[in-house]
């Protein structure tokens, strides 16, 4: 299958930081990537949809100004967590498909806590 | 999207099979049935996807009923490395924004 990668893996950041994270799809060009986030022991939220060259969509209730997220290229997004605080520690997950592709593949996740 | 109700746990001895229900009674004449996978702390995998007819691949087999209420995913022989939580979601297959809305999903124990 596709192959979607995600930088870094883990990060350590201290509150009031700004924190980037990149997601690539390394063997095909995803027209539409996706980014969630996931809470211990919870299930995984879908924070925003991307196309690359327009504005992302947000899902209810995630703020677009403190969670920036760019798609520049057809195999690169990044989520930037703005100002994070110890709240904003989690998983975050980023996905990738191409338009009339079945299948979403996910990147292995990068785990942020912020101190 | 249909809503779709899944078991919160289940346990499988390993060698044997593991057989995981999904209840999605408010499906849509064109939304698929899709399984992923998620080993804890990796990001989730696709298993398979289905519309009516029963699928199967080198990972799992996918019965649908013929309601299309209900589908059940079949791990053959489950391994210790099976051990993860399973979702199985409704929607559109190509639609426009091809989102994914994770529920609860199962948590599968596969034990020695």
């Given at each position: 299958?596709?192959?979607?990668?995600?930088?870094?893996?883990?990060?350590?950041?201290?509150?009031?930081?700004?924190v980037k994270i990149e997601c690539r799809s390394l063997d095909f060009q995803a027209t539409t990537m996706f980014?969630?986030?996931?809470?211990?022991?919870?299930?995984?939220?879908?924070?925003?949809?991307?196309?690359?060259?327009?504005?992302?969509?947000?899902?209810?209730?995630?703020?677009?100004?403190?969670?920036?997220?760019?798609?520049?290229?057809?195999?690169?997004?990044?989520?930037?967590?703005?100002?994070?605080?110890?709240?904003?520690?989690?998983?975050?997950?980023?996905?990738?498909?191409?338009?009339?592709?079945?299948?979403?593949?996910?990147?292995?996740?990068?785990?942020?806590?912020?101190? | 999207?249909?809503?779709?109700?899944?078991?919160?746990?289940?346990?499988?001895?390993?060698?044997?099979?593991?057989?995981?229900?999904?209840?999605?009674?408010?499906?849509?004449?064109?939304?698929?049935?899709?399984?992923?996978?998620?080993?804890?702390?990796?990001?989730?995998?696709?298993?398979?996807?289905?519309?009516?007819?029963?699928?199967?691949?080198?990972?799992?087999?996918?019965?649908?009923?013929?309601?299309?209420?209900?589908?059940?995913?079949?791990?053959?022989?489950?391994?210790?490395?099976?051990?993860?939580?399973?979702?199985?979601?409704?929607?559109?297959?190509?639609?426009?924004?091809?989102?994914?809305?994770?529920?609860?999903?199962?948590?599968?124990?596969?034990?020695?």
């Amino acid at each position: 299958g596709a192959v979607v990668s995600q930088h870094p893996s883990w990060v350590i950041c201290k509150s009031g930081t700004s924190v980037k994270i990149e997601c690539r799809s390394l063997d095909f060009q995803a027209t539409t990537m996706f980014w969630y986030r996931q809470f211990p022991k919870q299930s995984l939220m879908l924070m925003a949809t991307s196309n690359e060259g327009s504005k992302a969509t947000y899902e209810q209730g995630v703020e677009k100004d403190k969670f920036l997220i760019n798609h520049a290229s057809l195999t690169l997004s990044t989520l930037t967590v703005t100002s994070a605080h110890p709240e904003d520690s989690s998983f975050y997950i980023c996905s990738a498909r191409v338009v009339g592709w079945y299948e979403q593949y996910f990147g292995p996740g990068t785990r942020l806590t912020v101190t | 999207d249909a809503k779709t109700t899944q078991p919160p746990s289940m346990d499988c001895a390993e060698g044997r099979a593991a057989n995981l229900p999904c209840n999605h009674s408010t499906i849509s004449g064109n939304e698929y049935v899709y399984w992923y996978r998620q080993i804890h702390s990796q990001g989730p995998q696709y298993i398979i996807h289905g519309l009516k007819n029963n699928e199967t691949n080198e990972m799992a087999s996918l019965i649908i009923t013929e309601d299309r209420k209900s589908s059940t995913l079949i791990l053959p022989h489950a391994t210790l490395r099976d051990t993860a939580v399973y979702y199985c979601i409704v929607r559109v297959a190509t639609g426009n924004t091809g989102k994914l809305i994770f529920g609860q999903g199962t948590t599968l124990q596969v034990k020695p």
